[in-house]
Every structure is written in structure tokens, then in C-alpha cells.
């Protein structure tokens, strides 16, 4: 099975900070990864694609970026409505697999 | 508006079964695949089984092959999933998830599941 080890577990950020969460698989998944935000008490929300393409309607504040098998979601910017669960999903082989996720609040 | 719905949860005891329904409207239901996810309280999540849109595939991770059914009813718009020899690391939120590709773009707001005696 592919392992998604996903950092950090926690983050803190001030308001207009840049924040990074990164994703790193066991194995080449050929950007067959996405971005979810979840917040408390509601249902995932798609984010990224394909590594780096922003889902219509997702603010532009926030990005993707892959180097090998490192994956990186960028937060340029931080906003309050930004404070939630953030966690990568490898599609490229099944079983699929999601990352451990990190809580991102407010400093 | 893409909609999905899911009902069936409840308490259950180990080894009990359970069936979960997902109602799915807003978009063609017969051209997506469809998946289940699961997230235990306070956990992250996994991924608990896929169907093709017209059936002819699925699959599921080692932790509940054989004892979990994944089906699809395209005249109805509904996603089952059909659970039997309940353990209490069952015990979870279910999502019903569309799949446009290799990922999940909607998703329902989730039943409960727990097993317990």
C-alpha cells in the first residue's frame, strides 16, 4: 500500500502568514493527489487536483506543488475561515490512501 | 446542485449487520463512479470501497474485504453499502462520495455507525 506521511500534525499561522503542509508517498503516485479541507463538523471539501489545479470557486490564495514524491499545499495568506483539517488523498493505486491530516488554526 | 444523502446508521452490535443508503441528486448518478469513506470520531479518514458507474468494477481495502458490499442502483440513484460481521473498529462516520476521476469531488454530510454491545 502506498503511505501518504503527511506534516505537520498541527499548525499554527497569524493572519497574512504563508503556511506549508506537506504530503510525502511511499512511492511515485504521479501527481495523482489532492487537497481536502475539513472543518468541524462538516464533510471534506475538495481543494486541489491533480497536485496543483485549484478546484473552481477555491480562493487562489491557495496552491499546490509537487517535487518528486514530496506534495506541498500552500496557504499564501492566511485567512480565518482558512482554520480547519487539511488532508492530502493519493489516487494513483488502490488501496487508496489518505494522508493523517493537520489542524491548522489561528495564532 | 449536486446532492448526496446518507441514511441507515444506528447502533449495532459486533458481529451484527448493517446496510447504509446514499441518495444521490443534481447530476447524472448512472455516469460517476461511487465510494464510501469512513472517519472514526476525532480520526482522519479511509477509504472503504468504490463502484464503477455501471457496476462492473469495485473495490475495497484489506481491513474490510470480505465482510463490506459495495452496490449501486442507477434507476434509483441510490449507493449502498452493506455491512456484516460488525466489529467495534467500525465504529465511524460514513461519507458516500462521486468520483469524477481518481478522486472525490462531493460529498454527503455523513450517518454514524457505531458497534457496540
Known amino acids: 500500500d502506498i503511505q501518504m506521511t503527511q506534516s505537520p500534525a498541527s499548525l499554527s499561522a497569524s493572519l497574512g502568514e504563508t503556511v506549508s503542509i506537506e504530503c510525502l508517498a511511499s512511492?511515485?503516485?504521479?501527481?495523482?493527489l489532492v487537497w481536502y479541507q475539513q472543518k468541524p463538523g462538516k464533510s471534506p471539501q475538495l481543494l486541489i487536483y491533480a497536485a496543483n489545479r485549484l478546484k473552481d470557486g477555491v480562493p487562489s490564495r491557495f496552491s499546490g506543488g509537487v517535487s518528486g514524491t514530496q506534495y506541498s499545499l500552500k496557504i499564501s495568506g492566511m485567512q480565518p475561515e482558512d482554520e480547519g483539517d487539511y488532508f492530502c488523498?493519493?489516487?494513483?493505486?488502490?488501496?487508496?490512501?489518505f494522508g493523517s491530516g493537520t489542524k491548522l488554526e489561528i495564532k | 446542485e449536486v446532492q448526496l444523502v446518507e441514511s441507515g446508521g444506528g447502533l449495532v452490535q459486533p458481529g451484527r449487520s448493517l446496510k447504509l443508503s446514499c441518495l444521490a441528486s443534481g447530476f447524472t448518478f448512472s455516469n460517476f463512479g461511487m465510494n464510501w469513506i469512513r472517519q472514526a470520531p476525532g480520526k482522519g479518514l479511509e477509504w472503504v470501497a468504490s463502484i464503477s458507474s455501471s457496476s462492473n468494477y469495485v473495490y475495497y481495502p484489506d481491513t474490510v474485504k470480505g465482510r463490506f458490499t459495495i452496490s449501486r442502483d442507477n434507476a434509483e440513484n441510490t449507493l449502498y453499502l452493506q455491512m456484516t460481521s460488525l466489529r467495534s473498529e467500525d465504529t465511524a462516520l460514513y461519507y458516500c462520495?462521486?468520483?469524477?476521476?481518481?478522486?472525490?469531488?462531493?460529498w454527503g454530510q455523513g450517518v454514524m455507525v457505531t458497534v457496540s454491545s
Open positions: 512511492e511515485d503516485i504521479y501527481s495523482y
Open positions: 488523498l493519493q489516487g494513483s493505486k488502490f488501496p487508496l490512501t
Open positions: 462520495a462521486r468520483t469524477p476521476n481518481y478522486y472525490f469531488d462531493y
